[in-house]
């Protein structure tokens, strides 16, 4: 199994409901360095998994809708906690869409599976993998 | 599937048996730095894999008990090698017991799978990845 | 010159005020990770520059003050922008009058400079310098 | 199941062929940081996955056989492009062929699987896994 | 004194001359993470050492200038050895220059030293550091 | 002013004496990952601040005289807390002596200062920086 991965980042405000977050119930914010993970058996005529440039751009479109925002008040995340995993499976779910609608190339056909990871601070991240198909 | 990953590290002393380590037959010593991924399929209603909070306690209770001592002389391991995938194990132990006792709190039943890795150095890393249930 | 650095990081909310900005005008929000380096000519008696775990809890307490807040709210911080290199200065002088409060310790009377670093993301930093006396 | 990763680097200049690499089709040329990780389910009589003193040795042999070269000029890789991934792949090969000549010792008989993974810059990875048997 | 640290990269091919190099004298390449540092007494009447966005820019289109090349062909370096510290030197005095004309923005008078750091490798880097006036 | 800077790692068992140490009284150990840096005016008449190669080979034999061992029977720090900030000094004066002993080659008469940095962790480190001449 083949891989390619690329880094950004992106900074927002949130807030959490639930007496499991403690002090994180009150607005504070983070920045979160993702990285996203593409993976496929084989390589494509040229010899890649994917057009690294064309993944940087996705990320960094996909990222910089959310970029300098209070997620607080994006209507999607409505009644949602918008913590780093439930963000990584936000961040999947367009990276997919993305790909579907060919922004990635025509050799992203053959990616299986994609995996995105949101380090949060030096100690903490969380991730959510998934099938492109 | 999701995951959560936190970082703490701990300080020790030790001294292998075997050939095959050649000058680290001597006492010498490490820090590790420690990373206890957590992995489940959904979310819990909190939209969290682990209570972040609760898993940096339990990790550092975890590693405060390694912390500053001499390997060589824990009973529990005598007759082993202490090396940082045998360490590893040890830890994914500790957290599963951790996990069970309900000290990361009651969603924590839903997770799968726990990946302890220990970085011995900035060229160097051991991990035991195992099923909590 | 000796010197001993300690890390941890924090995670606010903020809005900044200036056409320079651009979207950072909007609220949003970031994780600082934190360096505190205490520099002295030379040792105490005990071999040290600072006692680590003391400047670990300074440390500690300074971010807490912080953490998990929107400093837009901070009234010690109106009519200012809480930028990387602003938060940089709040925090050298924080840990300033701690050091004079002895919260570091009495060797710490021998530390001369304290740089305070923060990283905002894996690809932009603030610092500030400055003595202690 | 445990793993234990080793890291060293090497330097190579290329050149790809290929509307899709834009400007990289010129020759240019690229640091790679290389972390090979071996996986099996048990560990050795000593308590170990792989002696790490010889994984570091077949990674820098491996390494060195293309370090500081011009990657175009090597016959091995004629009408190939030499990107992060197809290395990687480049690097698991010669290792499996390493670890079934016995340079990682005897104990490597029960390594399963094994994952190169090559850091092309602070942004952007490529991997291959896969069997050793 | 306050300081603002930005972060990019560019890969290229080189090869040295002078038996002090060794195999380094054949043609190999690159990558290079770079980080401009720049230094001031004072923060601007925003709250800055410099617009991190425009820092950014201006980081990108010094580095976008030497990124795909092979650096033996480039007739400004004719004669030389594009080491990594004197690479170093070459963005510090382009960083000045844009500096100069302006590309800063009018608050960049007030930057008073810049550091240029290329790391070739996670274990070596080259800087050069300087007076912007 | 220019600089290079290399790095490599050493693994050894302690102890200190003093009630500021707390647990760190005990025999334990540390990895240490150092970074020696070297300083100049000008770059000597191959371009370089010193052989990169040659400042490897010094560190890797500066640190495999500690490396595997328990620095509490090393008869030279025999009264003295070998803490990070002291041993940073120690191998300070031992490269510096390295250096006047031609081993860093004829071009290293041009360095200035020496800068040694020794992370005892991913978040604590100590260093010593001094005059070479």
Redesign the interface.
Known sequence: ?????????F????S?R?A?????Q????????VDVEFRRAD?DA????V???RA?EVLKATLGAL????LDEVPEFAG???????L??VIFDRTVAAARAGLL?P?ADGIETIKVTLA???????????RLA
């Not at 199994?1 to 980042?9: A, L, N, Q, W």
């Not at 949602?80 to 439930?86: A, D, H, R, S």
């Open positions: 199994m083949y891989s390619v991965s690329v880094r950004d980042h900074m927002i405000a949130h959490f639930g499991v977050f403690g002090p994180a009150q607005l504070h914010g983070a920045t979160y360095v390589l040229d010899g890649i998994v057009d690294i440039g940087c970029n300098f925002r209070n949602k906690n918008t913590t780093t995993e439930f990584a499976k190339g050799g949060e601070s030096h100690v903490a991240s969380g991730s959510y993998e998934g």
